[in-house]
């Protein structure tokens, strides 16, 4: 299946110069859904999953369900959204195509992951990778964190990258593939 035949576009959303992608059309046809979710589980390679607020939990979330691998799925949200005790909550900003932004994931969900050996390896999946300033931000923030758990240690390390829709002539992929490597289900080039 052709993915690019399931989302729309909406030029100059939400602002001009932007062409808005819009995912939400899988939630229309089961058969693709379906399908998409079986290709994600099939490139997710770590029991834990992190993932962006909205479209992000909704594509991701079923594989708690349907996957055999995934145990865990860490959120990233915007502000206000991460109820946290003391030292738990970190903010990241982000630079998105349409400016900076922060968002916020708590260190408790991650330790509810599953370690392998001395490290929580993550997968880091969202809906689209545009300029990649969201996906580096994040990524690079969790690969400096320290989990202490029972008394042991244990580093974090996102390990892959997985997006729905991927802008290859925007990012900058040197920056991205030196955290880790891409891997896309859709591509939409500039031209």
Known sequence: MNYLDIINHYPDFPKKGIDFIDILPFLHNKEAFNLLIADIDAHTHCPNVATVEARGFLFASPL???????????????????????GDLHDVEIMKEYGSDHVFYRLSDIAAGVPEGDTFYLTFFDDILATGGTACGIAEALNREVINLNGKTYKVKVKEFLFLVEFPDLYDHDRINAIAPVHSFAKINGD
């Open 64 to 86: 708690l369900t349907q996957s055999t691998k995934v145990q865990t799925i860490i959120p990233i949200r915007k502000k206000g959204k991460l109820p946290y005790n003391e």
